[in-house]
């Protein structure tokens, strides 16, 4: 079975709003995780990653925060535009960019 | 753009026919990859190439066949498809695939299977 996955499927937020999406892994020995966005109609893109030596990391209003205790990752953007509106994937590596798993992803729609 | 373009972005194909897919990378990284992504499933890894050889194979049925011809340009071909293999197939690039690094992807190949 996949070793990553998402609490919930879809999230609607309204523009200006702080959106969170959240992330459960099950391999404990994962040390980088990553956050992709995927737009519709165009392959994955790279918004953040983290490292297991780490818990928070920050980018442009972005934040990605990482819980090893209970192996919990989640993605903070900071007031939500309508151009956030896609499908966000995590995805976690043991040791190598080549043994990425991804989880199903959580599809964000930013309200106006 | 991300430094990885697939040819085509889209395909309708006979499950009798051949074809190819195309990617090409322009950001000088070592490590290539096909990703298959399906409705409502995660992105499946399909094969890993490092600096040309493949390192990595998902137990993939053999009607999928990757090339790599060298290190900017890895290729797809089909043959024999079944209209299940209809999907989203995506091209993925890193620097090195022995480390954690973000791989960068191309828009894709929409592939249907008539």
């Known amino acids: 079975g996949e070793s990553v996955g998402l609490h919930l499927p879809t999230l609607s937020v309204q523009e200006g709003d702080n959106s969170i999406i959240n992330c459960a892994y099950s391999n404990s020995a994962s040390d980088y995780f990553i956050w992709y966005k995927q737009e519709s109609g165009k392959g994955p893109q790279f918004i953040i990653d983290i490292r297991s030596n780490m818990d928070k990391r920050q980018g442009q209003r972005v934040t990605v925060l990482l819980n090893k205790t209970v192996k919990h990752l989640s993605l903070q953007i900071a007031a939500t535009q309508p151009g956030d509106s896609a499908v966000y994937f995590c995805?976690?590596?043991?040791?190598?960019?080549?043994?990425?798993?991804f989880g199903k992803g959580t599809k964000l729609t930013v309200n106006p | 753009e991300t430094g990885v373009t697939q040819t085509p972005r889209h395909l309708v194909m006979g499950m009798t026919n051949k074809k190819s897919l195309k990617c090409e990378q322009h950001?000088?990284?070592?490590?290539m990859y096909w990703y298959k992504q399906s409705a409502k499933k995660p992105l499946e890894l399909m094969f890993v190439y490092s600096l040309e050889e493949r390192v990595e194979n998902n137990s993939v049925p053999s009607r999928f066949s990757p090339e790599c011809p060298n290190s900017s340009h890895l290729f797809l071909h089909l043959h024999t498809l079944q209209p299940e293999d209809s999907a989203l197939y995506l091209c993925?690039?890193?620097?090195?695939?022995?480390?954690?690094?973000?791989?960068?992807f191309g828009q894709g190949t929409r592939l249907t299977v008539v």
């Open positions: 993925a690039s890193s620097q090195d695939p022995g480390i954690g690094t973000e791989a960068f």
């Open positions: 950001l000088g990284h070592n490590a």
């Open positions: 995805a976690e590596s043991q040791g190598g960019s080549e043994k990425l798993v």
